[in-house]
């Protein structure tokens, strides 16, 4: 009996997730009309057969009542905030919101097959989250100094960054993590929003060269702080939001251009520089040639996406668990494998969904404070 539901229910999961990624894209076409409600409630109502799905596989395999338990909270989390988001977001854009729900949804069923605390507490702290984004609205219009205080997010964003130095703690060769409490976490996650306020409010006043350059200066502290730190990943992305801003707010393709040079140039000297990056390089061209060494985390997430087939292998069928940091670092190789590579494809396919609409939001605001806000989120 458990076979034939785990074999059934690999044709389904793939069936209601490319029905999904089909309405995503359907949207589009209806979005100038106006005229997409019905296509919202159809992804919403196949979000949560989906989750039931996966949710019963997990029961059937588990076979113990706290994953009833966890498929009842999960699925309130889901109808709670879709509801209470609509309240407080007048204006939201709903293909987003249900974009990033199908994706936590997905998440949080992974997480779950995985390890339930892991998926506990991932529950936690979106709900948490989620809470804290509700009061957004809120402040923006209530307060309008946001725009005012361009240096102050550059201070504090700088401020967050160097407390690695004082309480930080090293893993995988970067200095970036902070531990409170029990929960570990990295100030550049939180950064990355302070520092694209600071951007987007000095660039929304002034794009002369010469502000420009004290800008650029700024910004260039906060990548060469995530240097120092061997967060080169990181440093990478606030290096591009920045260029990305800059060339929004200027429309000048020679800072384009020079911004591409320069990473250019600067990823040249990370490579000589940093051994762990050398080796993360020669890991990604060659990840065969140390399998049991540097190259074990990436040849079994290849071998695990690749296993996977187009339609899964069905979940608690696969061996996500031989990647190396699989829950953390590698939870797309666990997808693949398990729900298939259809499914893999889906949630690109949905990412650049939600990619489109952030640019489409962002080209419709008029303000250039938030539409350089955006652009850079």
């Given at each position: 009996?458990?076979?034939?539901?785990?074999?059934?229910s690999?044709?389904?999961?793939?069936?209601?997730f490319?029905?999904?990624?089909?309405?995503?894209?359907?949207?589009?076409?209806?979005?100038?009309?106006?005229?997409?409600?019905?296509?919202f409630?159809?992804?919403?109502?196949?979000?949560?057969?989906l989750?039931?799905?996966?949710?019963?596989?997990?029961?059937?395999?588990?076979?113990?009542?706290?994953?009833?338990?966890?498929?009842?909270?999960?699925?309130?989390?889901?109808?709670?905030?879709?509801?209470?988001?609509?309240?407080?977001?007048?204006?939201?854009?709903?293909?987003?919101?249900?974009?990033?729900?199908?994706?936590?949804?997905?998440?949080?069923?992974?997480?779950?097959?995985?390890?339930?605390?892991y998926?506990?507490?991932?529950?936690?702290?979106?709900?948490?989250?989620?809470?804290?984004c509700?009061?957004?609205?809120?402040?923006?219009?209530?307060?309008?100094?946001?725009?005012?205080?361009?240096?102050?997010?550059?201070l504090?964003?700088?401020?967050?960054?160097?407390?690695?130095?004082?309480?930080?703690?090293?893993?995988?060769?970067?200095?970036n993590?902070?531990?409170?409490?029990?929960?570990?976490?990295q100030?550049?996650?939180?950064?990355?929003?302070?520092?694209?306020?600071?951007?987007?409010?000095?660039?929304?006043?002034?794009?002369?060269?010469?502000?420009?350059?004290?800008i650029?200066?700024?910004?260039?502290?906060?990548?060469?702080?995530l240097?120092?730190e061997?967060?080169?990943?990181?440093?990478?992305?606030?290096?591009?939001?920045?260029?990305?801003?800059l060339?929004?707010?200027?429309?000048?393709?020679?800072?384009?251009?020079?911004g591409?040079?320069?990473?250019?140039?600067?990823?040249?000297?990370?490579?000589?520089?940093?051994?762990?990056?050398r080796?993360?390089?020669?890991?990604?061209?060659?990840?065969?040639a140390?399998?049991?060494?540097?190259?074990?985390?990436?040849?079994?997430?290849?071998?695990?996406?690749?296993?996977?087939g187009?339609?899964?292998?069905?979940?608690?069928?696969?061996?996500?668990?031989?990647?190396?940091?699989?829950?953390?670092?590698?939870?797309?190789?666990?997808?693949?494998?398990?729900?298939?590579?259809?499914?893999?494809?889906?949630?690109?396919?949905?990412?650049?969904?939600?990619l489109?609409?952030?640019?489409?939001v962002?080209?419709?605001?008029?303000?250039?404070?938030?539409?350089?806000?955006?652009?850079?989120?």
């Amino acid at each position: 009996m458990e076979l034939i539901i785990a074999e059934l229910s690999r044709y389904i999961i793939v069936i209601l997730f490319a029905l999904y990624t089909f309405y995503s894209y359907r949207a589009f076409i209806g979005r100038a009309a106006g005229n997409n409600e019905g296509v919202f409630r159809a992804q919403r109502v196949l979000i949560v057969m989906l989750h039931l799905v996966c949710s019963a596989v997990i029961l059937v395999e588990e076979k113990e009542i706290k994953y009833v338990v966890l498929w009842a909270l999960e699925l309130f989390f889901f109808l709670f905030f879709t509801k209470i988001y609509q309240v407080f977001y007048k204006g939201m854009s709903k293909l987003i919101w249900n974009n990033m729900m199908i994706c936590m949804m997905i998440g949080f069923i992974m997480l779950g097959r995985l390890s339930y605390d892991y998926a506990i507490r991932q529950l936690v702290m979106a709900s948490l989250a989620l809470g804290v984004c509700l009061l957004v609205p809120l402040f923006i219009e209530r307060f309008t100094i946001w725009e005012k205080i361009g240096w102050q997010y550059a201070l504090a964003g700088v401020l967050l960054l160097l407390l690695v130095f004082v309480i930080g703690v090293e893993k995988y060769g970067a200095r970036n993590w902070i531990s409170i409490g029990g929960f570990e976490l990295q100030p550049s996650e939180f950064v990355k929003i302070i520092y694209v306020f600071f951007i987007a409010s000095l660039l929304a006043k002034r794009t002369d060269f010469k502000s420009v350059a004290v800008i650029s200066i700024a910004a260039a502290v906060h990548v060469g702080i995530l240097v120092l730190e061997k967060d080169l990943g990181a440093a990478l992305i606030y290096f591009v939001t920045y260029l990305m801003m800059l060339y929004v707010a200027t429309m000048k393709l020679r800072y384009l251009a020079a911004g591409a040079f320069a990473g250019t140039a600067a990823s040249v000297v990370a490579y000589q520089l940093f051994a762990h990056v050398r080796v993360r390089v020669q890991t990604w061209l060659h990840p065969f040639a140390d399998f049991y060494g540097k190259g074990n985390q990436i040849g079994n997430s290849l071998f695990g996406i690749g296993t996977g087939g187009w339609f899964g292998q069905g979940l608690y069928k696969g061996q996500p668990s031989k990647t190396p940091e699989v829950i953390m670092d590698c939870i797309f190789t666990a997808v693949c494998e398990e729900l298939g590579g259809i499914i893999g494809i889906c949630l690109i396919l949905i990412c650049i969904a939600c990619l489109l609409m952030f640019i489409a939001v962002a080209a419709e605001l008029y303000l250039p404070f938030y539409k350089l806000i955006g652009i850079g989120l």
